[in-house]
C-alpha cells in the first residue's frame, strides 16, 4: 500500500461548481496534513493545512480531514479557470514527522 | 522576505560536467531540503538539513552531494549525472524540522543532462 493515495484523475468541473479532491494515507501516527497546488512547469504552492478532526475553511476553500479513516480532502467551491493545476496531497510520514511525502497529485481542470 | 530563492532556473549539462544549484531562504527557517520531481509524478525527498546538518538522505547516488554552509544557504552539487537525473530540482524550506507547519518551495531548477 502507498503512503499516501490520492486518484490521479484527470478532474474536469464546470466552473463556478465544487471540485472534491480526495486522498487517504496508511500511517495512522500522522498529525498534519497539507495540500498542494501546482500550475504546470511550477513548484507547489502550499494552500491549506489541517491538523485536526472536521472542517477547515480558507476562502473557496475546504479541507476535511477523518483520522478514523485515516481520509483528507480539499473542497474547491466555486470553481474557476485559474483552480486548474495539480492537487498534491502530504503528509509527515515517518517516525519523527521529518519527511513530507506526497501522493501521485490530482489534475483538476476546470471547464469555462 | 517569504521567499526561497533557487538558481539557476534552467541548467543544461553533459554528463562530464560539474556544476552546482544554489538555494537561499532569509526566513529564519532552520530545515532545509531537495526534492526532485519527475513530469508528472509527484516531488521526491532527496536530502534534509536541520541546523546545517544532514538529517535524511533518501539513498541518493553519490553524483549528488549536498551541502548546507550556513543557516540561509543550501547548495546541491552535480558530478557525472545521466540523463535519466533531468527534472525539476526544488528546494524548501520549513521553520523547523518535525513542526509540522509544512514547506515553502523555491521555483525550482529545471534540470536537462545531456
Same mark, same amino acid.
Given at each position: 500500500?502507498?503512503? *499516501? $493515495? !490520492? ?5 474536469? *468541473? ?9 486522498? &487517504? ?5 500522522? !498529525? ?5 497546488? !501546482? ?5 507547489? $504552492?502550499? @494552500?491549506?493545512? @489541517? ?5 477547515? $475553511? ?17 473542497? @474547491? ?8 493545476? &495539480? ?5 509527515? &510520514?515517518?517516525?519523527?514527522? $521529518? ?9 483538476? &481542470?476546470? @471547464?469555462? | ?7 539557476? /532556473? ?8 560539474? /556544476?552546482?544549484? /544554489? ?5 529564519? %527557517?532552520? +530545515? ?6 519527475? +513530469? ?10 536541520? #541546523?546545517? /546538518?544532514?538529517?535524511? =538522505? ?11 554552509? =550556513?543557516?540561509?544557504?543550501? =547548495?546541491? %552539487? ?8 533531468? +527534472?525539476? #530540482?526544488?528546494? +524548501? ?9 509544512? #514547506? ?11
Amino acid at each position: 500500500q502507498k503512503e *499516501v $493515495e !490520492q486518484n490521479s484523475g484527470p478532474l474536469s *468541473v464546470p466552473e463556478g461548481a465544487i471540485a472534491s479532491l480526495n486522498c &487517504t494515507y496508511s500511517d495512522r501516527g500522522s !498529525q498534519s496534513f497539507f495540500w498542494y497546488r !501546482q500550475y504546470s512547469g511550477k513548484s507547489p $504552492e502550499l @494552500i491549506m493545512s @489541517i491538523y485536526s478532526n472536521g472542517d477547515k $475553511e480558507d476562502g473557496r476553500f475546504t479541507a476535511q480531514l477523518n483520522k478514523a479513516s485515516q481520509y483528507v480532502s480539499l473542497l @474547491i467551491r466555486d470553481s474557476q479557470p485559474s483552480d486548474s493545476a &495539480t492537487y498534491l496531497c502530504a503528509v509527515p &510520514t515517518n517516525f519523527g514527522n $521529518e519527511k513530507l511525502t506526497f501522493g501521485t497529485g490530482t489534475r483538476l &481542470t476546470i @471547464i469555462p | 522576505d517569504t521567499e526561497v530563492t533557487q538558481t539557476p /532556473k534552467h541548467l543544461v549539462m553533459g554528463m562530464t560536467n560539474k /556544476k552546482s544549484l /544554489k538555494c537561499e531562504q532569509h526566513m529564519g %527557517h532552520r +530545515a532545509m531540503y531537495w526534492y526532485k520531481q519527475k +513530469a508528472k509524478k509527484p516531488p521526491e525527498l532527496m536530502f534534509v538539513y536541520s #541546523y546545517e /546538518k544532514l538529517s535524511i =538522505n533518501e539513498s541518493v547516488p553519490s553524483r549528488f552531494s549536498p551541502e548546507c554552509p =550556513n543557516s540561509s544557504l543550501l =547548495n546541491l %552539487h552535480l558530478h557525472a549525472l545521466q540523463p535519466e537525473d533531468s +527534472a525539476l #530540482y526544488l528546494c +524548501a524550506s520549513s521553520l523547523e524540522l518535525q513542526q509540522g507547519r509544512g #514547506y515553502t518551495f523555491g521555483s525550482g531548477t529545471r534540470l536537462t543532462v545531456v
